[in-house]
C-alpha cells in the first residue's frame, strides 16, 4: 500500500551557512516523515528533495564536502522506495537531531 506523501512548502537553500539556518525546520520535517531517519540515513539528498528542500549545487557540494562519509553510500534506490512507501516500525524508530555532526561538552 502506498504511503501519502506529507507536503511541505518549498525550501530554497543556497549555502551550508543557510542548510545550518534551516536546520530545525529540516529535521523537523524529516522526523514528521513516516521513516524519515531511516530516509535520511539511504539516501539524504533524496530525502531532502522529497521534502520540498531545494539545494543549489553549491550547497549541495559544500554539505557533501562537509561531510563526505553522509553520503557515502552505493545506490539505494529500491531500499529507498520501499521504506518510503511501507508502514514505520514502533520497534526502532530514528530520531533525528541535527543534519551536522556536534561536539559533545
Known amino acids: 500500500m502506498a504511503r501519502k506523501k506529507i507536503r511541505h512548502s518549498p525550501l530554497n537553500v543556497c549555502s551550508l551557512e543557510e542548510l545550518l539556518r534551516h536546520e ?57 522506495d520501499a521504506i518510503a512507501q511501507s508502514q514505520p516500525h514502533d520497534e526502532v524508530k530514528i530520531t533525528v537531531k541535527g543534519l551536522f555532526p556536534r561536539r559533545r561538552v
Open 24 to 80: 530545525a525546520e529540516i529535521t523537523k520535517r524529516i522526523n514528521a516523515t513516516p521513516n524519515g531517519g531511516r530516509l535520511l540515513l539511504l539516501d539524504p539528498q533524496r530525502l531532502i528533495r522529497d521534502l520540498q528542500i531545494e539545494l543549489t549545487p553549491d550547497a549541495l557540494e559544500a554539505w557533501r564536502s562537509a561531510y563526505p562519509d553522509f553520503f557515502a553510500r552505493p545506490d539505494s534506490g529500491r531500499v529507498y
